[in-house]
RNA sequence: GGCCCGGUGGUCAAGAGGCCUAAGACACCGCCCUUUCACGGCGGUAACACGAGUUCGAAUCUCGUCCGGGUCACCA
């Protein structure tokens, strides 16, 4: 045994496997030519937020549209920064969203697939068995020193200009020895291992970043820890070993990576393994003073998913456009493809922005009420029931007091050929729908400018009396062309446009009128399918109530 | 500060030397359609960060400047 080998034994003496054990069991793939395997792996360390969820999105994205694979691994190495529950509610709420989880964690405790275990924590033996024959080959080694000896190297290295950090002849344990190493573990002192980088600043490394494109960068020649003092790996380490094994083809994160790809690529070969496709995601970003910056777990609301949820959007409506910020080319799929899943539209990588979108609620909006128009009433009372119920209690007593009196309600322009685009979020569907339920409706009988309460109550009077619950949409309207000149108004509108001399206004301003009797609004759906929903009795006791108060 | 990445209308973006008098979408404005409200249709305002260079020709290639972002941990 040379120096090497003793050390490792010294180090690692529970660890009786070699990394070919491991690559007999993790076989290649089996899949067909092209189809990329992709991953995402969270870290339990807060809720599943937008970063993670877009992420996941085009990961998914690229494992479907090639015929691979999408999984999940936890990368749980971070002890003291976990969270209670982060699993559960990163898995389930990518379920939610529809992302669809093919291996790895499929739910908050159930694994499944060949290449597991997919959390970090419970695959320590794989990552030590790699790193005892790095420091075997003289490719990695115990380092001593304390946080604080760190604190010092660097605060010289600033004072000398010198660039910071373990390297070079400032990675003070890089050649010791197999004795020093003996002494200071008998003394009982903690220890990282850190990987012996061959690497020099002066070379260059490039590789093709499958959405940025070429990348050129100086070499790795960090001595960077790849087990950490309590033998858990550093992100680093455990991302090539599990990378490798679970045979990742594309690695799809955001971007905050790129700086670390020459570790990654320097470990991937001093390991003897073939490095994945990296893809580097930009983050989306978000409007703070003017200052363009990365959205923020911390100061944005929109940045945790569940906020979303809570708002009332549609999961689908919310993939709906992190696809349109994912893809340049998929608005335009979408209208050559209306009806079709988002799932068939063929991604591209090369077609991902570069730069960091800005979030944006406007768009958001419009995508989520065109999707949401596209919902037939059946399914909008279901979307809507169910968000209720988790939300607004109240608001779901009323929605099922009668359930099939809500369900006509949400038919109104909806269930036709070409659908009202109203609601973008539940929680809009309160106030938009309140004149429907007496619990919640609040008249207002404020007229526009051009009518006067006298007229107003005057057509009123006159309608009530000619009103007839079961009018279709012609008959309905012309009842009010019929009263319309009778006190000054055209039945026309064009006629009223070629001489407004001689009218007070047009039929259509009169039912304007009757819609803010009836609905306290200005601004609603169709007016004569409200009034057969709402029912005659209710409709003459609000004619009633306006005509009393003009 | 070092190292990376980026910069086309308010936002998302198309654009790979001549097809650019620069597409499309959202937002905004106007008009049309229409029984109201919508939907829809048509149109409008609005952009290549700046400066050099290469070239017959530059949004596109090169360099510099400026601006924005990321990263420099025993966090991921």
Request: aromatic share 12%; net charge negative; hydrophobic share 35%.
């Amino acid at each position: 045994m040379n120096d090497f080998e003793r050390m490792a034994e010294l180090l690692l003496p529970d660890i009786d496997k070699t990394p070919d054990y491991y690559e007999q069991i993790y076989k290649p793939r089996n899949l067909p030519e092209g189809a990329r395997v992709t991953r995402i792996a969270p870290s339990p360390t807060g809720y599943l937020h937008l970063g993670t969820l877009f992420a996941a999105l085009v990961n998914r994205i690229t494992a479907t549209s090639t015929g691979g694979v999408f999984y999940t691994r936890i990368e749980d190495t971070d002890k003291k920064r976990e969270i209670e529950g982060g699993v559960e509610d990163i898995i389930s709420g990518l379920d939610r969203f529809g992302i669809k989880i093919d291996e790895g964690f499929v739910s908050a405790d159930k694994q499944s697939g060949e290449y597991g275990p997919y959390k970090q924590s419970e695959r320590a033996e794989i990552y030590r068995t790699y790193a005892k024959s790095l420091i075997k080959q003289g490719l990695a080694y115990p380092c001593f020193c304390t946080a604080e000896e760190l604190d010092e190297v660097r605060k010289i290295q600033e004072e000398q200009k010198e660039r910071t950090g373990y390297h070079g002849k400032w990675a003070k344990h890089r050649d010791i020895t197999f004795d020093e190493v003996k002494a200071l573990i008998d003394e009982g002192k903690p220890y990282v291992v850190r990987l012996k980088s061959p690497g020099s600043e002066e070379n260059r490394i490039v590789f093709d970043d499958t959405v940025k494109g070429k990348i050129e960068m100086p070499e790795n020649d960090e001595d960077f820890v790849i087990l950490k003092s309590d033998g858990i790996p550093t992100y680093h380490f455990a991302h090539a070993v599990d990378d490798h094994l679970m045979h990742t083809t594309h690695v799809l994160r955001g971007d905050e990576w790129i700086s670390s790809v020459p570790k990654h690529i320097q470990l991937f070969k001093l390991l003897g393994f073939k490095p994945p496709k990296y893809g580097h995601i930009s983050p989306i970003m978000k409007l703070d003073n003017g200052a363009k910056r990365k959205i923020s777990k911390r100061k944005d609301p929109e940045a945790a998913v569940h906020f979303f949820a809570s708002e009332g959007y549609d999961s689908e409506c919310v993939i709906e456009y992190l696809m349109t910020i994912a893809a340049s080319d998929f608005e335009d799929w979408r209208r050559a493809n209306p009806d079709k899943s988002y799932k068939d539209f063929k991604f591209n990588l090369k077609k991902m922005s570069v730069s960091g979108a800005l979030f944006d609620s406007d768009k958001l909006n419009d995508v989520s009420k065109t999707v949401i128009s596209k919902l037939d009433s059946k399914a909008v009372f279901e979307k809507l029931t169910d968000w209720a119920k988790e939300f607004d209690t109240e608001f779901y007593e009323i929605l099922t007091e009668n359930p099939d009196y809500t369900r006509a309600m949400l038919s109104i322009d909806r269930d036709v050929p070409k659908p009202r685009k109203d609601i973008a979020k539940w929680s809009e569907a309160k106030d938009y729908f309140s004149f429907f339920f007496d619990k919640l409706y609040t008249p207002d009988f404020t007229l526009p400018e051009n009518i006067t309460p006298a007229d107003a109550a005057e057509f009123l009077k006159r309608y009530k009396s000619v009103y007839n619950v079961s009018d279709d949409r012609q008959q309905w309207f012309d009842r009010i062309k019929q009263i319309a000149p009778e006190i000054g108004f055209a039945a026309e509108t064009k006629q009223y446009k070629a001489d407004p001399e001689s009218f007070k206004g047009h039929a259509g301003d009169l039912s304007t009128v009757l819609r803010i009797a009836i609905t306290g609004r200005r601004n609603t759906p169709d007016l004569c399918s409200i009034m057969q929903v709402l029912g005659y009795d209710t409709c003459i006791s609000r004619i009633d109530a306006a005509i009393n108060s003009l």
